[in-house]
């Protein structure tokens, strides 16, 4: 079966940087990706790593380290509306479905 | 349309009745995904279509459940007598996926199921 494994909940201030693990067991591996859903709206893509290393866009950044079963997101210099679920997701099998964690709540705080 | 469009939006049904939720995908995508949020949690796979496959739908939670997907584009997700548990946001999400590359899910707005 499919495991994936993240924080319940996080809080973090305005202008910090905050750190999101995200840990899997599946079978197969073709690639992992992170979402951010805000209360009451759909979730909206952030990034996707397939191989081992640190991917940058802005304020963003996610790693992955395949041997490990692990990735994290990491969040720069924090902003109010970046209040969110964070939902990390593993592409497996040759059809490449999509499974989800229950994702973080990130809560940030004046 | 530009995205994920899903209809209705919101729906109220009693308890023991059937109900049918629509999803109309990016036009030319190949994958398109259900999955079930319930308030607070993650999201729960239900089905998974991709092109002229059979659908992955080891996700249905019972045969109450069944999804149909016509000429690869517009997809329904039917729930036959409803019960209470079944209350939740159904989404769904298209993908221009195939076996050879990935790429990101594209949702829709979801619709909230409410079973009274």
């Known amino acids: 079966g499919q495991n994936i494994d993240q924080p319940t909940e996080m809080t973090a201030t305005e202008g910090a940087i905050v750190q999101i693990n995200c840990t899997y067991q599946?079978?197969?591996?073709?690639?992992l990706f992170w979402y951010q859903q805000h209360a009451g709206e759909a979730p909206t893509f952030l990034s996707y790593n397939v191989l081992d290393g640190l991917e940058e866009k802005g304020r963003f950044s996610s790693f992955l380290s395949r041997s490990k079963g692990y990735s994290y997101l990491l969040l720069k210099e924090l902003q109010m509306k970046d209040s969110a679920s964070y939902l990390c997701a593993v592409s497996t099998g040759s059809a490449r479905q999509l499974t989800f964690g229950s994702g973080t709540q990130l809560t940030v705080l004046p | 349309g530009a995205g994920v469009s899903q209809s209705p939006s919101n729906k109220v049904t009693e308890k023991g009745k059937d109900v049918e939720l629509r999803c109309d995908p990016i036009?030319?995508?190949?994958?398109l995904y259900w999955y079930r949020q319930s308030l607070g949690q993650g999201l729960e796979f239900l089905i998974y279509f991709q092109g002229n496959s059979a659908p992955d739908k080891s996700g249905l939670p019972s045969d109450r459940f069944s999804a149909e997907r016509t000429g690869g584009s517009v997809s329904t997700l039917t729930i036959q007598r409803t019960q209470q548990e079944d209350s939740a946001v159904y989404l769904c999400a298209s993908s221009p996926r195939n076996r050879a590359i990935n790429t990101e899910a594209f949702f829709g707005q979801g619709t909230r199921l409410t079973v009274v």
């Open positions: 036009s030319g995508h190949t994958a």
């Open positions: 599946t079978s197969g591996f073709n690639g």
